[in-house]
């Protein structure tokens, strides 16, 4: 079955059974993102990550909630949540969370809701939400929250999808920053405060603060050629202007901190809003073209060597790698040793 | 200059010229690698990370010059440090590092000590810290402290070549527990609360141990077959026994917490104790086979990735790279659709 052009003119079934071939990696959707590919580059790809207790998937709720019905007589926005648990393959969480969610929203054609538990990898869990993401944008989402667990690797490549990035904390877990890691505050555009209304909430702040201008003294401001794959940003120090290496101004991003309270919607249209500035300030400074440079030459550079390794060891004879393997724990070998005989031994490549 | 005779014969000056080689990635430096690898596994590589400000080049210091003199009549061992820097290509603090260090433990031909700086990439840089390793090794020296600074994920990579991993911690860092990661805490094999005669030491050791058990409610049990380059391992709650998935019987190792004052020496010996009662850990329990296997193993995948890569760019036309990006950028074609018409522009592949 062809889904690809029901899914472009907005069918939901069509959409549900693509993403599914999608997320399995079969050929008719590896088919399909082929075809899909040339209608990206039009959503808003906003990564939300914190750690469990944060409240997390209440504030997703609420933003899609509020992308829907914007206060004020806003446009509402079509929005697509693909939320991705790299740690809970055995619970099943994703499929009751998708439940609570779907009451939640339900019957309303503008949202899509799709969860993902964990792959055989971390490489392949950021892949496949890669590939989820862009089968939404091409189906016309303008908006996609991308909501990760935890604070780790994982989490980090999967917000790298993202042109905004959100990274929510919360008051009252364990040391009040526990939850508070230098890797995941490197990555957020946007820091939430959630469940604000409980105490200690200026603390959670006063830390954020701190290790915000702790972590990163220097102000925020795009390195070009930094590496693939590295977005090449640190956030730090209020400053509106600097200077890049080629002696062009840039307008500087800092991090703003937003107080929410997802259950009751109190901070969410703040919350927006600081989305809405931040994409401006992406488009305006053209750090939305090297974002998404970045972004489609990581992906390029990772699909070419799983491609090359791939290809090299379907060629190689059954064992050679084991073989090889035990000479280098013998120290027969050595490491480099190892590659020219695991190269070598396969000389049509 | 063939080097290799001289350092195995223990030849300092060979010893450090070699290492230049090794760090500079010379074809000398390669060959010797090769001759060396069969002289390497004996020694005990310990890794010591944690946040700059917590004292860790003191400590590394004393952990030195307490092996080469230790209490109540033990053997002296021989000792290399390896120093990494990955944030700081430009300060030039490695080298001034080196001479204070030098000028504390000048003389003693049982030290040899080693800084390095930023390379171009962090995998580079973990590549070239497990070379100078290998160096030390098959010259000898029979413990081997890898100093590295941060929490970030170069750490963590640097962290997996070691068998012991400290973290090192200290009071009044901003908030207490401001320089703690989970990410770091994972690969804790002892934590060190150092600075221990300031205020607050029982904040942080309490934020440690809750940290531990927050973060890691399971026992710290070896899985099998979890992974290429993971060790595999969870830290967490004090228990003695665990099983395996194979049903035998494992020791399971909870992350002692030590406390030192490294600028006067205190808690050295009991660090240093720590540390030999890992090491016996290690060689009881299996874990110091499985630590080398996934060691040696991700280096030769991590080797065979960049040899196939590099060989292919080598046969690839001039240009051909950039203007498939370019069609990718300009949704053209699809990642996949790159990756085919990059593969296939080397038919010889």
């Known amino acids: 079955m062809h889904l690809v052009p029901d899914v472009l003119a907005g069918g939901r079934l069509a959409l549900a059974r693509l993403l599914s071939q999608v997320e399995n990696d079969t050929p008719e959707g590896r088919a399909a993102l082929n075809e899909l590919f040339e209608h990206t580059g039009r959503a808003h790809l906003v990564g939300v990550t914190g750690a469990p207790g944060t409240g997390k998937s209440s504030l997703v709720n609420q933003l899609a909630r509020y992308y829907r019905q914007p206060a004020q007589g806003g446009d509402p926005r079509t929005v697509a949540v693909v939320a991705v648990d790299p740690s809970s393959p055995f619970t099943g969480g994703a499929i009751l969370g998708d439940r609570v969610r779907m009451r939640d929203l339900a019957g309303d054609p503008g949202v899509f809701i799709r969860s993902m538990a964990a792959r055989g990898s971390l490489g392949g869990l950021a892949h496949a939400t890669a590939s989820l993401v862009q089968v939404f944008d091409a189906a016309g989402f303008e908006i996609i929250l ?105 307008t500087v991003w800092s991090p703003p901190i937003v107080r929410t309270v997802a259950t009751e919607g109190d901070g969410v249209p703040e919350l927006v809003g ?37 290809r090299w060891r379907e060629r190689l004879p059954h064992g050679r790698y084991q073989q090889i393997l035990e000479r280098l724990l013998a120290r027969e070998i050595a490491p480099r040793q190892a590659v020219a005989a695991l190269m070598d031994g396969n000389p049509g490549e």
Chains 1, 2 share one sequence.
Do not use: C
């Open 274 to 310: 600081a989305i809405a500035r931040h994409y401006e300030h992406l488009k305006s400074s053209g750090d939305w073209e090297l974002r998404v440079r970045a972004r489609l030459q990581a992906e390029l550079d990772a699909l070419l060597r799983d491609g090359l390794v791939a």
């Open 146 to 250: 991308i909501e990760t667990v935890g604070a780790g690797q994982a989490e980090v490549d999967i917000a790298r999808l993202a042109h905004t990035t959100l990274v929510v904390e919360a008051p009252g877990l364990g040391d009040d920053i526990q939850a508070i890691k230098a890797g995941i505050l490197e990555i957020a555009d946007v820091l939430v405060v959630n469940k604000a209304d409980r105490p200690g909430v200026e603390n959670t702040e006063r830390a954020l603060r701190g290790m915000l201008q702790l972590a990163h003294p220097a102000p925020r401001v795009f390195r070009p050629g930094s590496g693939v794959g590295h977005h090449g940003f640190s956030t730090g120090k209020a400053a509106e202007e600097s200077t890049r290496n080629d002696g062009t101004e840039v």
